[in-house]
């Protein structure tokens, strides 16, 4: 009797973990499957939405400062049948890979240099850690007496916005890369760039996506920067041009395409990202 008396909370409290153990497992099936991290995901989104139809629904504020779901939709159908949004969105999308594509390139080359040799970092960290300080409207006046009011000026702008996110993470991650490795490395006979491609650059290919990754973001900042000043297409010049027209809806889809174009870019760097951790890290 005594024996089954004892028994009874261990058994209450072995059923209360696996009925909680099975609700944990059911959470990480829901969201370790697409759906569920999807639904997960657009549950923020959605709320923002009805928030923001029901604060005009309730006049909380006037159409001039903030227009409706549904005014914005309009604006954005609008601008499609003007054939001005297509355009628009391909030039800033086309700036933003270019100058990313070379800032980037540039940020590997030169991080990889300070990341490997001292007398590098001592050679170029203080001068790039002075330049990487100018905020990015700093350089457009200089751009453009440069280069003038063109392609060169913007792209060039996005690439300097692109360079130190990159330049700054692969430098400090070469330079944190376990010495026992690179060691064990050299005792293989490995040397040059031989010993980079096959010991150290796998071992910073996380840090390196990451730093790809704010570069990619910078690269969307700066594009803003240099198309609300110097600019006569693209989603920068919509959002000048709309504030300046007082068309607070065209203002708010052109923020509305920023952030969804910017986060599909981020996506599909992070898909690469994964591809990149399985064939080198």
Do not use: C
């Amino acid at each position: 009797m005594s024996t089954t008396t004892d028994l009874t909370p261990a058994a209450h409290a072995g059923g209360s973990a696996t009925r909680t153990g099975g609700r944990s497992v059911r959470r990480t099936r829901f969201t370790s499957t697409r759906g569920g991290r999807f639904l997960i995901s657009a549950i923020l989104p959605v709320v923002i939405l009805i928030l923001w139809q029901v604060t005009t629904m309730l006049g909380i504020f006037t159409v001039g400062q903030l227009p409706s779901p549904a005014m914005v939709w309009v604006a954005f159908i609008d601008l499609i049948e003007r054939g001005l949004l297509g355009p628009y969105i391909a030039i800033s999308v086309q700036r933003v890979l270019i100058g990313f594509a070379i800032g980037a390139t540039l940020g590997l080359i030169f991080g990889a240099i300070v990341g490997l040799a001292k007398i590098w970092d001592f050679f170029f960290g203080s001068t790039f850690g002075a330049i990487r300080a100018v905020p990015s409207l700093a350089w457009v006046p200089l751009l453009l007496l440069w280069l003038k009011i063109g392609e060169e000026s913007k792209i060039t702008l996005i690439a300097i916005g692109a360079f130190f996110p990159v330049y700054t993470t692969v430098a400090a991650a070469l330079r944190h890369v376990d010495k026992q490795l690179v060691e064990a490395g050299r005792a293989f006979g490995l040397s040059g760039f031989t010993l980079f491609s096959t010991v150290q650059l796998p071992a910073v290919v996380p840090s390196v996506i990451s730093g790809l990754r704010l570069a990619l973001a910078q690269s969307w900042l700066f594009l803003v920067a240099a198309e609300l000043i110097a600019s006569s297409a693209g989603l920068g010049f919509l959002l000048l041009d709309s504030q300046n027209n007082g068309r607070t809806d065209r203002v708010i889809l052109a923020i509305i395409l920023l952030a969804v174009f910017g986060k599909t870019t981020d996506a599909l760097l992070g898909l690469f990202e994964k591809w990149a951790v399985r064939r080198w890290a």
